[in-house]
């Protein structure tokens, strides 16, 4: 979207030791800033390889039951967090941050990150085994909160509020 508006854009992925080697979550912060601090983090690490420009970072995690589910780190813990969401409603928190970085020889300089959470309530339809083995061996799971995203499509899930 941004590309066809005319921004130029680069994709630079944090390294994956942001999220790793962030401070977890304790039983006092909310998810909303949790995932707002995750962002915050990633979007440090970016910097810290000498990027510069508009930097845009984000984080998203799924929760049910009062438990926030991360990225699935492999094919039988994806399992469990489908199984555990289907038939169910659950949330799903985004955080964003977003934070201008000048060039060192700029001089300038930086303010704080900016950082907002949305969040989006879904529905996801019963899951059949059979659909379940497919899902996971398609690899769609893999690097999604709550191993499943609505981007998908593949997925039976509607959105109930927020936005997709």
Same mark, same amino acid.
């Given at each position: 979207?941004?590309?066809?508006?005319?921004?130029?854009?680069?994709?630079?992925?944090?390294?994956?030791? *942001?999220?790793a080697?962030?401070?977890?979550?304790?039983?006092?912060?909310?998810?909303?800033?949790?995932? @707002?601090?995750?962002?915050?983090?990633? *979007?440090?690490?970016?910097?810290?390889? !000498?990027?510069?420009? &508009?930097?845009?970072a984000?984080?998203?995690l799924?929760?049910?039951?009062?438990?926030? &589910?991360?990225?699935a780190?492999?094919?039988?813990e994806?399992? @469990?967090?489908? @199984?555990?969401?289907s038939?169910?409603?659950?949330?799903?928190?985004? !955080?964003?941050? &977003?934070?201008?970085?000048?060039?060192?020889?700029?001089?300038?300089?930086?303010?704080?990150?900016?950082?907002?959470?949305?969040?989006?309530?879904?529905?996801m339809?019963? &899951?059949?085994?059979?659909?379940?083995?497919?899902?996971?061996?398609?690899g769609l799971?893999? !690097?999604?909160?709550?191993?499943?995203?609505?981007q998908?499509?593949?997925l039976?899930?509607?959105?109930?509020?927020g936005?997709?």
């Open positions: 979207m941004a590309t066809e508006a005319g921004w130029d854009v680069t994709v630079a992925p944090p390294p994956e030791a *942001a999220e080697e962030a401070a977890p979550r304790d039983d006092r912060e909310s998810l909303e800033h949790y995932v @707002q601090r995750l962002a915050v983090a990633k *979007a440090e690490a970016v910097v810290a390889t !000498g990027l510069a420009g &508009l930097i845009l984000c984080d998203t799924s929760e049910v039951d009062g438990e926030a &589910l991360g990225k780190a492999d094919e039988s994806a399992r @469990q967090m489908l @199984q555990r969401l038939g169910r409603t659950h949330r799903v928190v985004t !955080g964003v941050c &977003l934070r201008r970085q000048f060039p060192p020889e700029a001089g300038v300089a930086i303010g704080s990150p900016v950082t907002a959470a949305a969040e989006s309530i879904l529905a339809g019963d &899951l059949t085994p059979d659909f379940l083995d497919w899902y996971l061996a398609s799971w893999r !690097g999604k909160a709550g191993a499943c995203g609505f998908d499509e593949r039976p899930l509607e959105l109930v509020s936005s997709p």
